[in-house]
Structures are given as C-alpha cells and as structure tokens.
C-alpha cells in the first residue's frame, strides 16, 4: 500500500457488516498518498453500499470536492497523459482542409492521442 502515490479517496459505510470500516482505514493510512491528495469519508449510521442512498447530495458534493481540489489544474499546468500542454494551441484547429488539426511540437503524441481517442 504504501506504493500507491496517486490521489486517493476511500468511502465507507459505517456500519458496514461486509467489508468493516477498519478495512478502509488500513487502505487511508497505509498508502503513500500525501495528505492533501487522500480523504476518508465514513457515511454515518449506513450499511454496505448504501452511503449514496442514504445521502445523495453530501456523498455526491464529497467526491466532487475532493476531484476539483485533487484535479482541477491551474491555467498553467494543462497535463494529457502526463505531458504538459500548451494553452494556446488545441486539437481543434484546422488544417487547410477544414478537418480538425494536430498539434505538433514536443507535446503532440499526447495530444494527437488523446484527440484520437476522443474522436
């Protein structure tokens, strides 16, 4: 566990009879994910999967908290597939043919493919 680096958010139920809350704190503790990367969110006074039954907007306004904190980059930092991207070009440009561009330059396997994939 302690190899796992990335953003990190574990939810459990508290009363939980099938996997026991002290499960998912093992995982929290135990990873080597910075603090400001990784959140435990114990669902109150629920069973087994039901943390989003028994609370939709808080387990829901939870895990979108903690994906734009975790997530959200600056202006500056723009990543595709671990490359940074410049913010002036996109893969929405057109060739002179009017089809949708790529873009070239030091960043444009992870663009070209991310653009791929999305097409």
């Not at 808080?58 to 997530?71: G, L, N, P, T, W």
């Not at 070009?89 to 009017?98: A, L, P, Y």
């Amino acid at each position: 566990l302690s190899d796992i680096k990335i953003p990190l958010l574990v939810v459990h139920s508290e009363l939980d009879s099938v996997v026991p809350v002290a499960h998912g704190a093992q995982i929290f503790t135990g990873s080597g994910t910075p603090l400001g990367n990784k959140e435990f969110f114990v669902a109150k006074d629920t069973e087994h999967i039901g943390s989003y039954f028994k609370d939709e907007k808080e387990y829901s306004r939870r895990i979108v908290r903690f994906f734009e904190q975790v997530f959200t980059p600056s202006k500056s930092d723009l990543f595709v597939a671990g490359h940074k991207l410049p913010l002036d070009k996109t893969s929405k440009d057109t060739e002179s043919n009017g089809q949708p561009g790529l873009m070239q330059g030091s960043d444009a396997s992870a663009a070209n493919a991310a653009a791929a994939a999305s097409a």
